[in-house]
Nanobody, 125 residues
């Protein structure tokens, strides 16, 4: 049974920072991609960032220069450091893990094989 456990969401003022974490349990593959997605009310789930098996990151344009994705392969954990947060970053954030070690197609939600439960990030003054 694969389980992704997220933590780190919350309420933050514009310009603030948050760090999301996601630990994968029961996933036995040694080569895999890790990603973060978000879904705002009335919007489709969108890819935010992905990190492939060799540690190379990919970001959607709206978060480039503000968000940083990283991974800990020993603990099968992925992080998302979010700086300079904006109200439009408000969404439920989901981590995902894929049997694909590449991030080429991560923007499509079909890339993910397992999902976390989601954590709310609210950016508001």
């Amino acid at each position: 049974q694969v389980q992704l456990v997220e933590s780190g969401g919350g309420l933050v003022q514009p310009g603030g920072s948050l760090r999301l974490s996601c630990a994968a349990f029961g996933f036995t593959s040694d080569y895999y991609g890790l990603g973060w997605f978000r879904q705002a009310p009335r919007n489709e789930r969108e890819g935010v960032a992905c990190i492939n098996s060799d540690g190379s990151p990919v970001y959607t344009d709206s978060v480039k220069g503000r968000f940083t994705i990283s991974r800990d392969n020993v603990n099968k954990t992925v992080y998302l450091q979010m700086n300079s947060l904006k109200p439009e970053d408000t969404a439920v954030y989901f981590c995902a893990i894929s049997f694909s070690p590449s991030c080429t197609y991560y923007s499509n939600t079909y890339w993910a094989d397992y999902w976390g439960q989601g954590t709310q990030v609210t950016v508001s003054s």
